[in-house]
C-alpha cells in the first residue's frame, strides 16, 4: 500500500453533528484495529475530534458498521452511547439504505438484474464461496446492479445490497464473471498499484437514530483515472 491514508488532518468528514460522524475512507484504511497493528480509521476519527473540540481525556466513539480494508467509501461512527444501539438497530435491521459503485472487468449478462447466491466463507483464506443453493454453513445473500457506464475496458455498475455478507459483492459480481477491477482475491488478473480495489460506497440514506431527520449521504470516489473516468 502505498496511497496515501487517512489522517486527523486530512480527514475526509461528509457528515458530522453531536451524535454521529460519517467519513469517506480511504483505500487502504482500516476501520478496527486488527492483527496488523496499524492505527484503524476509528482512532483517526477520535483524534480527529478530540483536536476540533479540543476535548481532553479519552473520546468516546462506536463503530457502526465496516468496509473491507481495500475499498473506499461511506462509514458511519457514532459519538454518542445513545445512538451506537440505534445505529446498529438500523443497520442490523436494513433501514440503512447503501449503495455501491464497482467498476468491472467483464460486462454484465444483463443491464441490470437481482442476483441471489449462498454464500460461505472460508476463515482460514478469508473468502466467500457463492452457491447456486443452500449448503451446510451458508447464508442468502441478495443484491441488485445495474450497469451505469461502459468504459473503454471497463463497466461501472451500481449496486443496492440486501444482505450484508463477508465480501458479498467481490464474491456474487465475481460469480458473473464481473470481476472488480484489482481484486485478485476473486479473480483479477492484475492488482491495482496502492492495493486497493475499485469498490465505493457511493450513497447512504437513512433516518437519523436521534434527531429522526432523513439523512442523505454521497461520498466521491478516490481520485484516479479509472474513477474519474466514470463520473464524466
Given amino acids: 500500500m502505498n496511497k496515501e491514508l487517512s489522517t486527523k488532518d486530512n480527514l475526509q468528514v461528509l457528515y458530522e453533528d453531536n451524535h454521529i460522524i460519517v467519513v469517506n475512507k480511504r483505500p487502504g484504511d482500516i476501520v478496527q484495529g486488527d492483527k496488523t497493528g496499524d492505527q484503524p480509521l476509528s482512532e483517526v476519527v477520535k483524534e480527529y475530534i478530540a483536536q476540533k473540540y479540543n476535548k481532553p481525556g479519552a473520546v468516546y466513539l462506536g463503530v457502526v458498521h465496516r468496509l473491507d480494508r481495500p475499498t473506499s467509501g461511506i462509514v458511519v461512527f457514532a459519538r454518542t452511547s445513545k445512538a451506537l444501539p440505534r445505529l446498529n438497530k438500523l ?21 441490470k438484474d437481482t442476483l441471489t447466491h449462498w454464500l460461505k466463507r472460508n476463515t482460514k483464506q478469508n473468502k466467500s464461496y457463492a452457491y447456486p443453493k443452500e449448503i451446510a454453513e451458508s ?85 484516479d483515472p479509472v474513477w474519474e473516468a466514470c463520473k464524466k
Fill in 91 to 111: 443497520f442490523a435491521e436494513k433501514e440503512a439504505k447503501k449503495t455501491y459503485w464497482a467498476v468491472v472487468k467483464g460486462l454484465p449478462p444483463n443491464d
Fill in 139 to 223: 447464508k442468502k445473500a441478495v443484491l441488485d446492479y445495474r450497469l451505469l457506464k461502459k468504459l473503454d475496458h471497463y463497466y461501472l455498475l451500481e449496486i443496492d445490497l440486501h444482505t450484508g455478507r463477508h465480501h458479498q459483492i467481490r464474491t456474487q459480481l465475481a460469480t458473473i464473471g464481473c470481476i472488480i477491477k484489482g481484486d485478485l482475491k476473486y479473480g483479477s488478473d492484475r492488482s491495482n498499484k496502492d492495493g486497493s480495489i475499485h469498490l465505493h460506497a457511493r450513497e447512504l440514506k437513512f433516518i437519523h437514530p436521534v434527531k429522526k431527520e432523513p439523512i442523505h449521504i454521497t461520498a466521491p470516489p478516490p481520485k
